[in-house]
T-cell receptor
Framework: DAGVIQSPRHEVTEMGQEVTLRCKPI?????LFWYRQTMMRGLELLIY????????DSGMPEDRFSAKMPNASFSTLKIQPSEPRDSAVYFC???????????FGQGTRLTVV | GQQVMQIPQYQHVQEGEDFTTYCNSS?????IQWYKQRPGGHPVFLIQ?????EVKKQKRLTFQFGEAKKNSSLHITATQTTDVGTYFC????????????FGSGTQLTVLP
């Protein structure tokens, strides 16, 4: 298995533009997580899906952020419009089931200028 | 909600010295996980502890889960430069969602 696959690895965009981050979880994993990592705030959970259904999105910063999981093998995190303070590394992770180890993707480094 | 605190935030050690990071939760945890993130990398799972008072070892790494299941520690004996990175503890969140909540991490620097 190739592990959790995220794309793109790096994204530089101008303020106000729409940004879409993509994630392919490990096949057979029921849980999917989106995290954001910054120096100031550490590793923050944005949203958690279980069996493709959003269970907890309380970590989503504001309405500019949205996430979808149309099927078990694909998820997106969209920021529209993007702002400089959204600059961070965004990680997607999946796990076989609740309370088991999480496998992280390589992350997407987002820079909003 | 459940909070996971980690100390210290940073630790610099000389190669060969020991290192310990501590994790404390405001609530009882059903389990705790430990992850390592190398500079520029992504968090990688190290171990999961489930039982009260549990101790597990991985070569030079020793992991402990407190008797009350509210704290945990990671101890590295005789650090090496390959141990450099940030070590995170993580526990299930509160409520029915039980999503994985990460501590703030301890950034370890090993000086050769």
């Amino acid at each position: 298995d190739a592990g959790v696959i995220q794309s793109p690895r790096h994204e530089v965009t101008e303020m106000g533009q729409e940004v879409t981050l993509r994630c392919k979880p490990i096949s057979g994993h029921n849980s999917l997580f989106w995290y954001r990592q910054t120096m100031m705030r550490g590793l923050e959970l944005l949203i958690y899906f279980n069996n493709n259904v959003p269970i907890d999105d309380s970590g989503m910063p504001e309405d500019r952020f949205s996430a979808k999981m149309p099927n078990a093998s694909f998820s997106t995190l969209k920021i529209q419009p993007s702002e400089p303070r959204d600059s961070a590394v965004y990680f997607c992770a999946s796990s076989p089931r609740v309370n088991t180890e999480a496998f992280f993707g390589q992350g997407t480094r987002l820079t909003v200028v | 909600g459940q909070q996971v605190m980690q100390i210290p935030q940073y630790q610099h050690v000389q190669e060969g010295e020991d290192f310990t990071t501590y994790c404390n939760s405001s609530t009882t945890l059903s389990n705790i996980q430990w992850y390592k993130q190398r500079p520029g990398g992504h968090p990688v799972f190290l171990i999961q502890l489930v039982k009260s008072g549990e101790v597990k070892k991985q070569k030079r790494l020793t992991f402990q889960f407190g008797e009350a299941k509210k704290n945990s520690s990671l101890h590295i004996t005789a650090t090496q430069t390959t141990d450099v990175g940030t070590y995170f503890c993580a526990g299930p969140g509160g409520g029915s969602a039980r999503q994985l909540t990460f501590g703030s991490g301890t950034q370890l620097t090993v000086l050769p």
